[in-house]
């Protein structure tokens, strides 16, 4: 905040994206469960990678910054800062625009 105005930034994507998981605990009963199948350990990554992991060439976000008055909260100004593949994957408890600030 500086001079009565926030600053947030956020990201949208273009078509859909891995859904969010929620809480703070990480579980390794997922990969336990595909253990127990038998699969490899290869397998193991691969299915966890696909459920749980959203690859630079799986989306094309756009990067936002935007500007509200303290006060009121009213949005001053938007702008697309950049658009295009993220220069890394996220896991689904985070978020492409926590390294952003």
């Not at 001053?76 to 689904?92: D, L, N, S, T, V």
Request: proline content about 6%; aromatic content about 8%; some cysteine.
């Amino acid at each position: 905040m500086t001079g009565g105005k926030v600053f947030v930034t956020f990201a949208t994507t273009d078509g859909p994206s891995k859904s969010p998981q929620i809480g703070t605990e990480y579980s390794n009963e997922y990969v336990a469960e595909l253990t127990k199948q038998g699969l490899s350990e290869a397998q193991v990554l691969e299915k966890v990678t696909a459920r749980d992991i959203e690859l630079p060439n799986e989306v094309t976000l756009h990067y936002f910054l935007s500007c509200r008055d303290l006060k009121t909260g009213e949005l001053e100004w938007q702008r697309e800062f950049h658009a295009g593949r993220p220069p890394g994957g996220r896991h689904r408890k985070n978020s492409f625009v926590s390294e952003t600030p």
